[in-house]
């Protein structure tokens, strides 16, 4: 073959092969920048929606602490209360043993 004919060869069989290719490659980089998008918007999502968890969870933590405290304070009122109470017991067995012995002495009068 002679040179002069080899460049009008090329244009013919390489050319529409070189063509093709390159459209080949803007599809597959169009699908690979839609992945791309893809990816990032549920990178965002998934950002979005773990900050919303941590949120959630921080929330409960702190109703956790309340109700730590609450129940913290209602143990200190319920000590104090036992504490008065355990006070109350003995002056009540007192006064019943005192009625106790009213009525004692109420029943030696009536006979007398």
């Given at each position: 073959?002679?040179?002069?004919?080899?460049?009008?060869?090329?244009?013919?069989?390489?050319?529409?092969?070189?063509?093709?290719?390159?459209?080949?490659?803007?599809?597959?980089?169009?699908?690979?920048?839609?992945?791309?998008?893809?990816?990032?918007?549920?990178?965002?999502?998934?950002?979005?929606?773990?900050?919303?968890?941590?949120?959630?969870?921080?929330?409960?933590?702190?109703?956790?602490?309340?109700?730590?405290?609450?129940?913290?304070?209602?143990?200190t009122e319920m000590n104090v209360k036992f504490d008065s109470l355990e006070k109350r017991i003995p002056?009540?067995?007192?006064?019943?043993?005192?009625?106790?012995k009213i009525a004692d002495l109420e029943k030696r009068l009536a006979l007398a």
């Open positions: 073959m002679p040179v002069e004919k080899v460049p009008s060869w090329i244009k013919q069989v390489l050319m529409p092969e070189l063509n093709e290719i390159k459209g080949e490659l803007k599809a597959i980089n169009t699908r690979i920048d839609s992945s791309n998008e893809r990816i990032d918007s549920l990178r965002n999502e998934s950002k979005t929606e773990i900050n919303s968890v941590r949120s959630e969870i921080s929330g409960v933590r702190n109703e956790i602490s309340s109700v730590r405290n609450e129940i913290s304070g209602l143990r002056v009540l067995e007192k006064i019943t043993a005192l009625e106790i």
